[in-house]
């Protein structure tokens, strides 16, 4: 089955990846969970060796990624190839799969593990691989950010919490859930390894606009460039029943959906269940603001002239 991935700009479709063997089924595993620029990191086992850090990325449809690095220092077999590609489906190049006997996080051990071989940005320090999706599907995965945990559960959430339960679709292996920005809705991924919150610029016409857009960055993917544009929104965005007021918005020329990414996300307690697509929010509060936009983990972040002032204050 293919699965797209977002990291650092880079979509990515891998093909045909074996199925996830859990070999612990215990009831509640958690870790500690590092947050750099509202990205997750967790420290995983390899094989019985590490531990190394790996960033979780549920914009990642797969189970798992591993630098050059890493599948050299560990003598991991190659199995395979894949192909990566971009969300324009262009392009795209081939990669080695290398096999994982043992990984291990939380304290559980995923076996038979297939995984991509990707060069990871090290802005936000050493990154030696990426958890997808994917790998956590018999699990509930929660991304506890304001208490920097990682925690996996057996059981299942339930729909009868209004506004705080929703269902999302999983097509390529990604969350997509529904956001709705004055009286349109409109199609996101939530991606813990994505940046702000992003908006494909087809949309704008049907969005009011205070402030922009402007050219910020040029951006570049597996087989395009591009410049990135902010903005600022006249219309409230709900997620559930959740507010970011009049946000500060990125407009991508190059993606065909929302992205909905770390920064915004860092202010739950996230727990995804895979089997009934259910996605649980939790925040102490339920009105939030983005008044700037992340200037991180960007290909190739080469911000223009006119890009000034991102705060992009309304005139009038």
């Known amino acids: 089955m293919p699965f797209l991935a977002t990291f650092g700009g880079v979509w990515v479709s891998l ?36 531990p190394f850090r790996f960033i979780v990325d549920t914009g990642t449809g797969g189970q798992a990624m591993v630098t050059p690095e890493l599948a050299d220092r560990l003598g991991l077999p190659q199995v395979g190839q894949v192909r990566l ?22 304290g559980v051990e995923f076996t038979g593990i297939r995984a991509a071989r990707h060069v990871l940005s090290n802005e936000d320090g050493p990154c030696l691989g990426l958890l997808g999706f994917t790998l956590f599907h018999d699990y509930l995965l929660t991304l506890d950010y ?7 559960a057996s059981g299942t959430l339930s729909k009868d919490e209004r506004g705080t339960v929703l269902p ?13 920005i004055g009286s349109l809705k409109v199609d996101a991924q939530l991606d813990s390894g994505g940046s702000g919150l992003s ?10 606009i ?15 460039r591009f410049q990135a544009k902010a903005a600022r929104l006249g219309s409230d965005v709900h997620l559930g029943g959740f507010t970011y007021t009049k946000p500060l ?20 307690t996230i727990t995804f269940d895979q089997i009934n697509l259910l996605v649980r929010l939790a925040a102490s509060r339920k009105v939030f603001r983005i008044d700037s ?3 991180v983990n960007r290909m190739q972040n080469s911000p223009t002239e006119s890009a000034k002032d991102l705060r992009l204050v309304p005139v009038g």
């Open 15 to 50: 093909l045909a990846l074996a199925a996830v063997s859990l070999t612990a089924q215990d009831a509640l595993h958690s870790t500690p969970m590092e947050v750099v620029h509202g990205k997750p990191y967790v420290m995983v086992m390899v094989n019985g060796k590490g």
């Open 85 to 106: 590609t971009d969300p324009t489906g262009q392009g795209g190049q081939r990669t080695p799969v290398f096999e994982i006997d043992s990984l291990q996080v939380a």
């Open 146 to 152: 304001p208490n920097r945990r990682l925690t996996l």
């Open 168 to 180: 999302f679709l999983m097509p390529d292996g990604v969350p997509i859930v529904t956001l709705n």
């Open 199 to 208: 908006l494909p610029e087809r949309i704008v016409p049907y969005l009011k």
């Open 210 to 224: 205070t402030a922009g857009p402007i050219v910020f960055a040029n951006e570049r993917s597996l087989s395009t």
């Open 249 to 268: 918005v990125e407009i991508n020329p190059a993606f065909p959906l929302a992205n909905f990414g770390s920064c915004p996300m860092q202010n739950f």
């Open 293 to 295: 936009l992340p200037a």
